[in-house]
């Protein structure tokens, strides 16, 4: 029996670990440190909670799913997660609460010894990390914060309060807060909202399916795949508009102005959320209902930075303090900290840690030299490419093709070699430089670790991905016994 430990149950562990149940000879257990499966749909339980990307993208190609909206709910994501797990038969391989600290490479045994929070360790063959990109939350360091005297905390762990009546203050405008705003302001008395730098906000256009659509997208064979396949293609066409010279740059950036244009009635408001950079440098925002919440008369945009805390309010860099009741973070996540939480030792003894101290960086995100027999799901260098669903599960037919190889006994393990994973970098950044110049075009975004490198972001659509996986799992990989 080959041994597999995977570490999340997020989509990527689930991916995985559907796809290893295919593959004789093995038996793998999932570990997961929180109390459910769900990964980032059980973490962040904000108001109005919900993916910006469209169900039918958004979801796993082996499993036809009855989705209710064109963008799923964070209960209807988390439900389906369940549900994924139950039908698959995934329960039984589940160890919940249970997070994993340590793995070190035996050579004499080609075996990890995995070590969980808990002090007990196993062996086993292959490691599959599926720990999720965006999971340790980014907390700010604004003097004064912890001497705040109402409740202060961080999207991804939200508290329940009464909100109504009480004056909020959401710090941040990203993907997370354009959802939180629209969703409190009808019940809170007042929401500051602080935003350092405006993004990029398109409309999302999300709906309920109408009885029909729905009908058809169940009973009708293929219907669901097709429009899966359109927003693929539209998704992989959308990726040109990342060059800064390029027409459909141009189109984006219109297309938001217009929303802008629109949708806010204040001219200073409206100047005050135009990006001076362009379209595509941070993360693109989707949000129909933001920019209207700004015409509220209870809500005001306030275009600065926060300088400091104080026990009873927030001052802005100009040094404007305003009252809060609630101080919500909504300031974002620490993505190029790859792994961590986990020290992985390899070959020689080697952590990963100090390998990845000039940069992190995997082979297609997946593997990385002198780290035999372990993978990486959302790795360095493979966010975006329309949906992260499709992108965790070719990273995960890559993981299952080497499992089966070592199942069989072809090979005792599988590794790369260190020119092959610095071509892929070299290339990596090449494609960046050329086709993607917009995310390196100088605002703030969350794509480049301290010294500078892109380190998050996959430079193409999903289907270079899915050709470039294609190639790996055939000839990638160097096996050896
Ligand atoms: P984010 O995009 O990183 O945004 C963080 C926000 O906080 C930015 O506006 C940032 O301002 C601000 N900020 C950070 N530190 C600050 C500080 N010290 N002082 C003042 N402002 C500060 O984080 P997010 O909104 O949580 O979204 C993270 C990612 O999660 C998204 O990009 C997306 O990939 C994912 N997400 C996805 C969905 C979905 O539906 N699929 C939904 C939510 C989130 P600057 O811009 O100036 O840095």
């Not at 958004?58 to 439900?79: C, G, I, M, N, V």
């Amino acid at each position: 029996m080959t041994r597999v430990a995977i570490i999340g149950a997020g989509m990527g562990g689930i991916a995985a670990a559907v796809k290893l149940g295919r593959v004789k000879g093995v038996e793998y257990t999932i570990f997961e440190q929180s109390a459910g499966v769900g990964g980032t749909w059980f973490d962040n339980r904000y108001p109005g909670c919900e993916v910006d990307v469209h169900s039918h993208a958004y979801s796993f190609s082996f499993l036809k799913y009855d989705w209710p909206r064109t963008h799923a709910t964070q209960p209807e994501l988390l439900a389906y997660a369940e549900h994924v797990v139950d039908r698959f038969g995934l329960r039984p391989h589940l160890r919940l609460n249970t997070r994993v600290t340590d793995l070190v490479w035996e050579e004499s045994t080609s075996k990890y010894t995995l070590q969980t929070e808990h002090g007990d360790t196993e062996s086993y063959d292959v490691v599959i990390s599926a720990l999720g990109l965006l999971s340790v939350p980014r907390y700010p360091e604004w003097p004064g914060l912890d001497e705040f005297t109402g409740p202060s905390f961080h999207t991804s762990r939200w508290e329940e309060h009464d909100l109504t009546g009480k004056s909020v203050a959401v710090v941040g405008t990203g993907s997370t807060a354009v959802q939180i705003v629209p969703a409190i302001a009808p019940t809170a008395g007042q929401v500051y909202v602080y935003q350092r730098e405006p993004g990029w906000v398109e409309p999302k256009n999300e709906h309920d399916f109408t009885p029909r659509q729905r009908w058809i997208f169940k009973n009708v064979p293929l219907a669901q795949r097709a429009n899966r396949a359109w927003i693929f293609h539209k998704g992989n066409r959308r990726f040109r508009g990342y060059d800064t010279g390029s027409g459909r740059q141009q189109r984006m950036r219109a297309l938001c102005e217009r929303f802008i244009a629109t949708t806010i009635k204040d001219e200073t408001t409206r100047t005050a959320v135009t990006p001076s950079y362009p379209w595509g440098c941070k993360r693109p925002i989707l949000s129909s209902t933001f920019y209207p919440t700004l015409n509220r008369s209870n809500v005001e945009l306030v275009p600065h930075a926060v300088r400091r805390v104080t026990p009873l309010g927030v001052v802005d860099a100009t040094g404007v303090e305003r009252r809060v009741d609630v101080l919500v973070l909504s300031t974002g996540f620490q993505p190029t900290k790859f792994l961590a939480g986990v020290d992985v030792k390899g070959r020689d003894g080697r952590s990963i840690h100090d390998v990845w101290r000039e940069r992190a960086s995997a082979f297609m995100g997946i593997t990385v030299p002198g780290f035999p027999n372990f993978f990486i799901l959302y790795g360095p260098n493979t966010n975006g490419g329309v949906s992260v669903i499709a992108q965790l599960e070719r990273q995960a037919e890559v993981v299952v093709g080497a499992v089966r190889r070592l199942a069989r006994g072809r090979a005792r393990v599988v590794d790369t070699s260190p020119e092959a994973a610095r071509r892929f970098v070299a290339w990596v950044d090449r494609k960046l430089a050329s086709g993607a110049s917009a995310m390196e075009s100088g605002c703030h975004n969350y794509y480049h670790d301290s010294s500078g490198h892109n380190v998050t972001q996959w430079p193409g659509g999903h289907l270079a991905y899915a050709v470039g996986t294609r190639v790996v799992a055939r000839f990638g990989l160097r096996a050896g016994r």
